[in-house]
């Protein structure tokens, strides 16, 4: 069973950015298809990015399309967010997620969660 750690998040101005880690414990990160997504408070948690094991095959929401970029380091067991362009509308608690689906934007293709981290755009 893996165990993912979230780091990254805080507080930045609108048009910053800000690059979310994930690190798995306990396994590698090189067995699972890994995905970012991200719950605002009432809101229901919503899908922004999805990596393969490989990290030859991504996609994103159309919300961050262009602006965030997913990438993996299997070596490192690592798995990164990057988001420029940051909007007041991004803020919300950041979640990483792993699991062993062919597909990759519902939650339910998920099989174990990180605790999340806050990020905070002000305006």
């Known amino acids: 069973q893996v165990q993912l750690v979230e780091s990254g998040g805080g507080l930045v101005q609108t048009g910053g950015s800000l690059r979310l880690s994930c690190t798995a414990s306990?396994?590698?990160?090189?067995?699972?298809?890994m995905g970012w997504f991200r719950q605002a408070p009432g809101n229901e948690r919503e899908f922004l990015s999805t990596i393969d094991w490989s990290g030859g095959s991504t996609d994103y929401a159309d919300s961050v399309k262009g602006r965030f970029t997913i990438s993996r380091d299997n070596a490192k067991n690592t798995v990164y967010l990057q988001m420029n362009s940051l909007k007041p509308e991004d803020t919300a608690v950041y979640y990483c997620a792993a699991g062993y689906s062919l597909s990759g934007r519902r939650t339910f293709h998920y099989d174990y969660w990180g605790q999340g981290t806050q990020v905070t755009v002000s305006s």
């Open positions: 306990k396994d590698t990160v090189s067995n699972y298809r």
